[in-house]
C-alpha cells in the first residue's frame, strides 16, 4: 500500500498551492465586497426627530452652518422638533430637527453634555455634536469631547420629569464629514431643548 505521505494526488487534481491561491482570491472578492458596501448609518440617525418643541418659555435653536451647507438656522415653534434624555452612562443629550430647504428635507442636530443634570446650569461643558443631513445622508461629527463645548445658561423644571435646557454650542474647527473630506462649520448656535428625565 503507498504512503499516504509521499503518495501522488490522482490526475486531474490541481496542485496544493493552486488550492490555497484560489482560496486566497476568493477570500479577497469576498472581502473587496464587504468593503464597497455602503456603511450603516451611525447611531444618531435612530435619534434624530422628536415632537413639537413646545416649551415656555419655548424651544429655540438658532445660528448658522456653512461649509458643506450654507444656512441660517431660527427654528422657532412648530418648525422644531426637539428631544432629549440622560445617557446610560454619564451625561445627556439634546436633539433638534428643522427644515433643510423647499424639498422637506430636515437638518437633526444632536448634542451630548458631559455630566450630571445636577448643577448643570451656570457651567461650561465638553460636548459631542453630530449632524445629520438628511438631503445628502451625510453625516458630521466632533468624534468625542476636546472639539466642542457648551455653556448651559440654563437648566429648568418645564414639567412632569422635564426640564428645558439653554444654552450656546461653540466648536474649534469644522465637523468632519463620516463619508467624505467634506465638513460643516457651526456659527453662532444658540438652544433651548426640552429634556425629558425618565
Given at each position: 500500500m503507498?504512503d499516504?505521505a509521499?503518495?501522488?494526488?490522482?490526475?486531474?487534481?490541481p496542485?496544493?498551492?493552486?488550492?490555497?491561491?484560489?482560496g486566497?482570491?476568493a477570500?479577497?472578492?469576498?472581502?473587496?465586497?464587504v468593503?464597497?458596501q455602503?456603511?450603516?448609518?451611525?447611531?444618531?440617525a435612530?435619534?434624530?426627530?422628536?415632537e413639537p418643541?413646545?416649551?415656555v418659555p419655548?424651544g429655540f435653536?438658532?445660528g448658522?452652518?456653512?461649509?458643506?451647507?450654507?444656512?441660517?438656522l431660527?427654528?422657532r415653534?412648530r418648525?422644531?422638533?426637539?428631544?432629549?434624555?440622560?445617557?446610560?452612562?454619564d451625561?445627556l443629550?439634546?436633539?433638534?430637527?428643522?427644515?433643510a430647504?423647499?424639498d422637506?428635507?430636515?437638518?437633526t442636530l444632536i448634542?451630548?453634555?458631559?455630566?450630571?443634570?445636577?448643577g448643570?446650569?451656570?457651567?461650561e461643558?465638553?460636548?459631542?455634536?453630530?449632524?445629520?443631513?438628511?438631503?445628502?445622508g451625510?453625516?458630521y461629527?466632533?468624534?468625542?469631547?476636546g472639539?466642542?463645548?457648551?455653556?448651559v445658561?440654563?437648566?429648568?423644571?418645564?414639567?412632569?420629569?422635564?426640564?428645558r435646557?439653554?444654552?450656546?454650542?461653540?466648536c474649534?474647527?469644522?465637523l468632519?464629514?463620516?463619508?467624505?473630506?467634506g465638513?460643516?462649520?457651526?456659527?453662532d448656535?444658540n438652544?433651548?431643548?426640552?429634556?425629558?428625565v425618565?
Open positions: 503507498p499516504p509521499t503518495a501522488s494526488p490522482p490526475a486531474g487534481t496542485p496544493a498551492w493552486a488550492t490555497t491561491l484560489g486566497l482570491a477570500l479577497a472578492l469576498v472581502a473587496g465586497a468593503v464597497l455602503p456603511l450603516p448609518p451611525p447611531p444618531a435612530e435619534a434624530a426627530g422628536g418643541c413646545d416649551l419655548p435653536l438658532s448658522r452652518v456653512y461649509g458643506d451647507r450654507e444656512q441660517i431660527d427654528w415653534g418648525r422644531l422638533r426637539c428631544d432629549g434624555g440622560l445617557r446610560p452612562d451625561g443629550r439634546l436633539m433638534f430637527s428643522g427644515p430647504g423647499a422637506g428635507s430636515e437638518l448634542l451630548g453634555i458631559s455630566g450630571q443634570l445636577a448643570l446650569e451656570g457651567t461643558r465638553p460636548a459631542n455634536v453630530t449632524v445629520v443631513d438628511e438631503r445628502s451625510q453625516f461629527a466632533s468624534a468625542g469631547p472639539r466642542c463645548w457648551t455653556r445658561s440654563a437648566a429648568e423644571p418645564a414639567g412632569p420629569r422635564t426640564f435646557i439653554a444654552g450656546q454650542l461653540y474649534a474647527g469644522a468632519p464629514a463620516l463619508q467624505d473630506a465638513s460643516l462649520t457651526l456659527g448656535i438652544y433651548a431643548g426640552r429634556l425629558v425618565e
